[in-house]
């Protein structure tokens, strides 16, 4: 038996359901409309079962379901030990380090890091940048050896946390970028920390079993 | 039922080991250093950046704000040592210091014995290494190093203060080091078109005027020479016999070098030690800032034993201003290495 966690509402579950019914694979509600009762018809030994989209990748990581359909960007902050089976082409969007647009001497990372040791230097203390992805957007920033900052967390309306005074630059996601610029942010040209989107991942804590994953493996290929 | 072996866990045999080597370092003369696991983050933080938060396990203390797992005893040990206001010193430590690592099979938590020396030039850098060698023995092989030629001759380089500034910043790391030098051997780029967006945030339009100016004054500065960058390189690759080492950097055309040949000529002759095998820049990646001395035992093949180093600018970084080096033994190491 195989476990694959669904998205257990709006566009994600929308599009996991057409995405695996393009597949010849039918989700089916098998309780009320409240509860998350699901049943997965057109192939042998695979269970469904619908998940708040953040718990997915808990859920994986934990081996409490062998597949799951979440973002890459969630795997990979959570450096979940699971393995990318098929990106699903939608979900799509990229972890961006931004800074404010007025900023007409910071381009890039190299700028971000000369920004930071003037900022230190005349603040007394170190560049703030908001953001949820800590650890991506840290394992970034020591690739381009900027220093001199710290990352401050932020849960939610990251974009707002500079005119808010909260930090300085963020780390955050965007899909069309319309929200940085209303907020009078602009992305740094090498500024794209991860491209993401949403994948179907099989945990390498707990992957299941062989037989039903190479029947689904072939399904996603093909 | 067979015993569960926990390698991380002290044994006897690793506490003995570990007191073995704490009684070495006190028979120099080292006054005993403790301090408590868990660590306020802020000094760590101001230290090592970011990057430690990777490194350490990181809690939160409901009254003491954001606390840290000891992920080594030097900056405490330091912190205690400037606000006591004291100049020459030496300590002695034991305990666990804990580190995350994302690698399976890497230790998260393991017992260091250290000794370390406030005050004193190559002498002390001897006696340290000394130190670390006799507690060693004969179970791994030393590399040194002198991560004091490169600053030497980035200090040295004929270019403006500003270049200067950002290399020796990023001395300890290698990679950006790299590529500041490429950038600066060619043309540096200049700003693009000041915008009118809003300005937002702690940092001020003002503030920004101040850098265009500063990289378009920066623009004027004359590229980097490749007989400037050439020994620059030369010192990252430089290898080999200590003695012929030293030799080799002594021929090596670098504005403000001489006064670092001489002192490490200085120290070989203080440790005996012309024979030993030397890598300039031993030690520049691992995250301690050694800005002279350095060395590494390690037995073949194996992790290192131990490792140590001058750290005069750390001292500096947190408001001291007395030189300093030390070392740190991993006796878990020195048990696997079967000298016990």
Same mark, same amino acid.
């Given at each position: ?13 929308? &599009? ?6 393009? &597949?010849?694979?039918?989700? #089916?509600?098998? /309780? ?19 998940? %708040?989209? /953040? ?7 934990? /081996? ?5 359909? +979440?973002?890459?960007?969630?795997? #990979? ?42 900022? &230190? ?11 949820? =992805?800590?650890?991506? +957007? ?10 001199? =900052? ?23 996601? +965007? ?19 991860? #491209? %993401? ?5 099989? %945990?390498?804590?707990?992957? /299941? ?9 072939? #399904?996603?290929?093909? | 039922? *067979? ?72 900056? $405490? ?111 540096? $780029? ?107 035992? *390690? ?13 005069? *600018? ?18 878990? *190491? ?7």
């Amino acid at each position: 038996m195989l476990t694959l966690a669904v998205p257990s509402k709006g566009r994600l579950m929308e &599009r996991t359901a057409q995405w695996l019914a393009a &597949r010849g694979l039918r989700l #089916r509600r098998t /309780g009320t409309a409240r509860d998350y009762a699901v049943a997965l018809d057109g192939i042998e030994g695979v269970e469904a079962r619908l998940m %708040s989209a /953040g718990e997915i990748a808990g859920a994986l990581a934990a /081996g409490e379901v062998n597949l799951g359909v +979440t973002g890459r960007d969630l795997i #990979r902050e959570g450096a979940v030990r699971a393995e990318e089976v098929a990106a699903l082409g939608f979900g799509h969007a990229d972890l961006v380090i931004a800074v404010p647009d007025f900023w007409s001497d910071c381009r890039t990372l190299h700028d971000l890091d000369a920004v930071a040791a003037q900022f &230190r230097e005349g603040h007394g203390r170190r560049l703030r940048i908001a953001t949820k =992805y800590h650890r991506l +957007t840290r394992a970034a920033l020591r690739e381009a050896g900027v220093a001199d =900052y710290v990352l401050v967390d932020s849960q939610g309306a990251t974009e707002g946390t500079v005119a808010g005074g909260g930090a300085e630059a963020i780390a955050d996601i +965007t899909s069309t970028g319309e929200t940085l610029r209303a907020n009078h942010l602009r992305v740094l040209e090498d500024g794209m920390v991860l #491209r %993401s989107e949403a994948c179907l991942w099989r %945990s390498q804590v707990d992957g /299941g079993d062989e037989g039903p994953f190479r029947d689904l493996a072939a #399904r996603a290929a093909g | 039922m *067979a015993l569960e072996v926990r390698p991380e866990e002290p044994s006897s045999a690793l506490r003995a080991e570990a007191e073995r080597v704490a009684a070495l370092f006190a028979a120099r003369g080292a006054e005993p250093f403790e301090t408590s696991v868990l660590q306020p983050a802020g000094p760590l933080l101001d230290l090592y950046g970011e990057d430690i938060r990777a490194r350490a396990f990181v809690t939160a203390d409901p009254l003491r704000g954001e606390t840290m797992l000891r992920p080594d005893f030097t900056v $405490p040990l330091v912190r205690d040592h400037v606000a006591g206001g004291r100049g020459a010193a030496r300590y002695a430590y034991a305990g666990e210091v804990f580190r995350r690592q994302e690698v399976p099979g890497r230790a998260r938590e393991y017992v260091q014995v250290g000794f370390e020396l406030f005050g004193g030039g190559v002498e002390a850098d001897a006696e340290a290494f000394g130190a670390v060698a006799e507690a060693v023995g004969g179970a791994a092989a030393p590399v040194i190093g002198d991560i004091g030629l490169l600053l030497a001759a980035v200090r040295g380089l004929e270019t403006s203060p500003r270049r200067r500034a950002a290399l020796l910043r990023h001395v300890w790391r290698p990679a950006r080091f790299r590529a500041l030098l490429a950038r600066y051997a060619e043309r540096p $780029p200049m700003p693009g078109p000041a915008g009118a967006a809003e300005e937002i945030g702690a940092r001020s339009r003002a503030e920004v005027e101040a850098r265009r100016a500063a990289m378009e004054a920066d623009a004027a500065v004359p590229p980097l020479a490749p007989g400037q960058v050439a020994p620059l390189e030369a010192l990252i690759a430089l290898r080999g016999r200590a003695g012929d080492a030293l030799e080799a950097a002594g021929r090596l055309d670098a504005p403000g070098l001489a006064p670092a040949v001489e002192r490490l000529a200085a120290r070989l002759d203080a440790m005996g030690a012309r024979d030993l095998p030397f890598e300039a820049t031993l030690g520049r990646a691992s995250m301690e800032y050694y800005d002279g001395f350095t060395f590494v035992f *390690a037995a073949k093949g194996g992790p290192p034993v131990a490792t140590g180093g001058r750290y005069d *600018a750390l001292v500096r970084a947190m408001g001291g201003d007395v030189p300093a080096v030390g070392g740190v033994v991993r006796p878990a *190491a020195l048990v696997g290495a079967g000298t016990c």
